[in-house]
């Protein structure tokens, strides 16, 4: 899943520097001017995912990947914390960040993932976040099942024909039942139903 996101990110980065630095030489991380807004956006749905469900926190990173050779161009990528490492000591001063930074500086060997040493501090989001889009997306469930509810539960109007209630099934009398006519048996003498005497 790095691989990956880090391949689709540097597609990002290396369009976005062309279009918005001058004289723009990516695969030597020099270009003679940028602009200020000059960002790539390299957020990970995929791997925010991952992180998220396995490993820890998926937060936002910015850096300057070229900072060494003046460019100001900034990248924006999806930066996992795991969960031992989410805490105000770790992430304090970007400590993390510095950490990964001179720990893994040696694995990392293209030029625009080398530097993690200008960085701004880590964007995580806060339990608030989610807690408000849980309650939007409520709300809006429970608006779209009244309309449902009232489509499904509520009997179609026909033309013509009168709905009757269970009530009013008690006003019509009972049908009287006869009795039984006397049965013969074989010996031909009758007798009073199944149970009659000879």
């Known amino acids: ?40 956006d390299c957020a990970f749905s995929k791997m925010e995912g991952l992180c998220n469900a396995h490993f820890g926190k998926a937060c936002k990173l910015t850096r300057n990947p070229f900072s060494r050779n003046n460019v100001t161009m900034a990248v924006t990528e999806t930066f996992c914390v795991p969960a031992d490492c989410n805490n105000p000591e770790d992430l304090k001063d970007n400590l993390l960040i510095k950490w990964f930074d001179a720990q893994y500086r040696l694995e990392r060997q293209t030029l625009w993932m080398y530097d993690y040493g200008d960085t701004k501090p880590l964007e995580c989001p806060t339990m608030m976040v989610t807690i408000i889009i849980s309650v939007v997306v409520a709300i809006i469930l429970v608006i779209l099942a009244i309309p449902v509810s009232i489509i499904l539960f509520k009997a179609p109007k026909e033309r013509g024909r009168v709905l009757q209630s269970a009530g009013d099934d008690d006003d019509h009398e009972d049908t009287p039942i006869e009795s039984m006519d006397a049965l013969q048996d074989a010996s031909g003498t009758m007798g009073s139903g199944f149970g009659g005497t000879k």
């Open 1 to 40: 899943m790095n691989a990956s996101m880090m391949s689709w990110c540097r597609i990002r980065l290396e369009n976005r520097m062309s279009t918005c630095c001058t004289n723009a030489e990516f695969a030597k991380g020099m270009a003679d001017s940028c602009k200020k807004d000059c960002i790539a």
